[in-house]
């Protein structure tokens, strides 16, 4: 896993069970835990001012105004001396008639500048470069009044002097000014910002620069707490060394010896141990949502296959309705063709009778002519007869078909309740994933409750506790994959701008890189 620079958390990371955490036994390393703070320390009941405060408040607004109005007319006095002296030397330096406008540009540049660096630091995005550029128009302003002296300026040390304390006061105000505003951004941070002493550069400066170098790369602000750390770190070796002797570094186990190679990434010894626990409960977390989604991916598929198995019913039905119906008009025809031939019998019998009346008729004059009328007659009742027959074949046909379609009618509705049947069975299924899915997602609600409750009793910064919940929200919902988080979500959810949403989110990354996990137990 590869580690970039990591921000250190103000605080240890939350044992589990509530629980500090420490080195195995008695006699090895242990890291002492922080007690808790008590009611007392944690909620300080708010009283009335008293008259002390009162007056403190008084000549705090008293001194304030002194210096904003001094400051304004310590400005004034300075751009004023030196716009004569700029506009003549602007005239020397044949700029023309730009030359009274050239004193005001410099001038108002200056205070645009400063004013520009104080804003950005109130907005919490300061940039070194504004302020620099300040201080250079600043010293500009003073070699351009020094060189309009006349000869050189080394010729009136004193006169060159004079041009630069004005200037110079208006510099030190400036940068007065600047720290109140930077120490104000601090506090509504919540940033513990203290630089290292000068008293320690003098006195170890090796050291003492080993000591900013890692402030710097582990982005702490506080010096006290860097020198905790580092203290804590120390007695946590010299434990270490303690339980093994000599060679304890080879004889540790590889756990125990966390603490010491992520020290270069400004982990504490306490978060330091808690790695392999934090992965091991991120890896099951992950298992449990490969879970739920395989759950749902596989009850998804089954509703698909039901779906598709209703419309593939639905079809073979309709198919089956239109086979009975084709066969219903069968039966229909059949039935007329056997009423045509029950018709055709009765005209055979008729034309039998007519027949036998004109032999009897004309028996005696013509009984040949009767019996081949006789005859044809007897052939057409025959035809007829065998007509009736085919008839009667057709309908005997037709009924066999009607009753094979009522069966496959019956054979469909009983494939249909088999159908609903097993629909009923995939939304149960569905249901019991929905259910595991809630249970999965209550766990995690629950996971983010303690991780507050954890986060408030370490009495963490507003910007650790909003670096974490970005931290958690990435690695549930994003897989530990920082970048997919849309800024946009950052700054809605914590009202932020968006740059401050970037560095929220690259601290998370780091964070996440380091081996910070949800956690579930605390």
Known sequence: MKLATLPRASAPAA???????????????????????????????ETAPSASDRAARRSGRA????????????AGIGFTGSYNTLRDLAFDRGFGDFSYAFPIGIDAGIVVLYALDLFMIRRHTPWPLVRTVAHLMTVATIVFNAAAAPGPVTADPIGTAMHGVIPVLFIVAVEAARRLFVRASD???????????????????????????????????????????????TVYAAMLQRKYGRGWRRRAKADELLPLTMAKYGLTVDEALALPRQAAEAEQLRAEQEEVLELEAQARAERRAAERRMASIRTERDIRAAEIAAQADETAASAQAQATVTEAQAAAEAQARIALEAARAVESADAAEAERRAAEAEQAASEARARAAEVNRCAAEAEQAASEAKRRAADNERQAAALAAEKARAEADAAEAKRRAAEVRAAAAEAELRAVEAEDQLKLSPRERAVRKVARTVTARHAGQADQLPLEAITEAFGVSLSTASEYRKEAAALIAGGYRIQKEY
Do not use: F, H
Not at 207 to 223: C, E, F, G, P
């Open 63 to 74: 001194l304030t105004a002194v210096a904003i109005v001094g400051g304004i007319i310590l």
């Open 15 to 45: 044992p589990v069970s509530g629980a500090p955490t420490a080195v195995p036994d008695a006699a090895g390393p242990a890291s002492a835990p922080r007690p808790p703070a008590s009611d007392a320390t944690r909620s300080v009941p």
């Open 187 to 233: 506090d509504e941070l919540g940033c513990d910002v203290t630089t290292v002493p000068l008293a320690r550069w003098v006195l170890s400066p090796a050291r003492t620069a080993a000591l900013w170098r890692r402030m710097k790369l582990w982005n702490t602000s506080s010096y006290q707490e860097t020198v905790e750390l580092e203290q804590e770190r």
